[in-house]
């Protein structure tokens, strides 16, 4: 409701300015726990950003699905380690500069894919165009994606059999 | 702008109802559990007892706001703000009554699972930030509890998404004028409270704050002010979940043909929301406290089934054009 009297591009850019920073603050932070953090926050702004461009069932996904059940088991996982003295001694930032080369080189890379594609298609248009309902969604990934929905499960499948596996006691009583 | 200057009025009134309610209910909920167990209750404050939350507030307000030495102080201050927004956050989209309402969201039931799974940062980082054993022990199950339980919760919803044809809970309550869905829906109702007691983490699923065997859990180094937010976070969580219950199985404000013009819709909504408060109140004083392993077992084993059973019976009959 409010948000139809501020102006949608002004939030649109807030939100992704506040996804850039996080995002650029998860690979600075020291502090494992602290750096998961910053990546849900970047999540939920990225997932603010997909509800002003219209798709309000992606953007209610990426909370449920990644800040929401991944990110809290990430959470989970770093907790149970107690990582408290030995954060700096393996931070890669220490290595000095040389480190950052490589994944410096693929974001400029993907930077300029994506300013290519700004090009062709303007962002204005983007954020002008129909909201997609959840039911057209629901259409699409049954009709022509169905291909796609078939393998991601099959992955997932093969992902809790794994999990099983791990889980499973052995001869002894034991777990893997 | 009258109309968002009209918005905002609307938001201001909600909260001021909805956050001396949750106080209200710390009195109701002993009081209730007091007459279940044959004994008074706290009855010295006011008429019978009334004022308790009154008196329990300013001496919360009284005590020293005291932020542990060894705690991570950042973190630890937040988590008991985030529990408490992201609570509030979800009664923006329920619909109250056919005019009252904060948003229509067209994803207002993902928007309310999408609340309900950040309020778990909460627990967790109040666990992690105390730094300490209890806290910690805490707050991973809360960790495990939560994300679990969502789970079976998002699955139990979406039968009724399913027979109403929509996200939007206006909606899923104006689909209800023939009939309450949970005529139809009676196994994902259950679910869906068992999940939501889980999820608020309330009596007998009250394992991250187990006082037995954890002192108070993942709030054991909270005092003061930041106590009383946790307080009044799981204290609005049930009423969130009762009135999501009411919403999504129970007609929300809707009544049957006489009834709905002895009161206002709103009222009734409200007397819905209350009797589903009670049996939350009751669960907690009949029912005893599982062990962890139990709990997460009786999700897997029992609760997944179920709503998948519900999901493809409730699916399955809709093509059938049964329902």
């Known amino acids: 409701m409010i948000v139809r009297f501020a102006s949608i591009e002004s939030l649109f850019y807030l939100a992704a300015l506040i996804a850039i920073i996080a995002s650029l603050k998860v690979v600075t932070q020291k502090n494992t726990v602290h750096a998961l953090l910053y990546l849900v926050v970047s999540l939920l702004a990225v997932a603010v950003c997909f509800y002003l461009m219209g798709a309000p069932f992606a953007a209610g996904l990426e909370v449920i699905v990644y800040a929401g059940a991944i990110l809290v088991l990430f959470v989970f996982a770093i907790m149970m380690f107690g990582l408290k003295n030995d954060e700096t001694k393996y931070a890669p930032q220490s ?48 009709g022509p994606y169905l291909l796609a929905v078939e393998i991601a499960s099959f992955l997932l499948l093969a992902g809790l059999v794994a999990g099983y596996h791990y889980a499973k006691p052995d001869a002894q009583g034991g777990h893997l | 702008m009258p109309e968002m200057i009209w918005k905002l009025v609307e938001i201001s009134i909600i909260i001021a109802l909805l956050i001396p309610m949750a106080a209200m209910l710390v009195w109701v909920e002993r009081r209730m559990i007091g007459i279940w167990q044959d004994r008074l209750g706290p009855n010295r404050v006011g008429p019978f007892g009334i004022l308790q939350s009154f008196a329990d507030l300013l001496k ?34 329920i619909p109250f009554a056919p005019d009252i309402g904060v948003s229509d969201l067209n994803i207002g039931l993902l928007f309310f699972l999408a609340m309900a799974s950040l309020a778990v940062y909460s627990v967790v980082l109040a666990g992690w930030a105390s730094n300490s054993k209890y806290a910690l022990l805490g707050g991973m199950r809360a960790a495990a509890q939560t ?66 065997e954890l002192t108070a859990g993942f709030h054991t180094e909270y005092s003061g002010l930041k106590f009383a937010l946790f307080f009044l976070g799981e204290y609005l969580g049930v009423t969130l979940i009762s009135a999501m219950s009411v919403v999504l199985f129970f007609g929300g404000w809707l009544m049957p043909a006489p009834l709905d ?50 999901l493809l019976a409730t699916a399955a009959l809709k093509l059938m054009e049964v329902l």
């Open chain 2, 60 to 93: 919360i307000l009284g005590k020293e706001d005291w932020i542990p030495p060894f705690s991570e102080k950042l973190v630890f201050t937040l988590a008991p703000i985030i529990g408490a927004v992201c609570v509030l956050m979800s009664f923006a989209v």
């Open chain 1, 95 to 142: 290595k000095g500069l040389t480190i950052w080369l490589g994944p410096c080189v693929l974001a400029v890379l993907l930077l300029v894919a994506l300013l290519f594609s700004f090009d062709s298609a303007d962002i204005q248009q983007q954020l002008n165009a129909t909201v997609i309902s959840s039911k057209e969604v629901g259409i699409l990934l049954y």
């Open chain 2, 261 to 310: 013009t002895w009161l206002p819709a709103i009222v009734w909504f409200i007397v819905k929301i209350a009797f589903f408060i009670l049996f939350f109140i009751l669960l907690r004083t009949s029912l005893p406290r599982p062990r962890f392993d139990q709990l997460l077992a009786f999700g897997w084993l029992v609760m997944l089934p179920l709503a998948l059973f519900n």
């Open chain 2, 147 to 212: 994300v679990s339980y969502e789970v079976f919760m998002g699955l139990s919803v979406m039968g009724v998404v399913i027979l109403s044809g929509s996200f939007n809970l206006r909606e899923v309550v104006l689909a209800q004028s023939e009939g309450w869905f949970i005529q139809s829906q009676f196994i994902g109702c259950f679910v869906f409270l068992v999940a939501g007691i889980a999820e608020s983490h309330r009596l007998p699923f009250d394992l991250p704050e187990a006082e037995t």
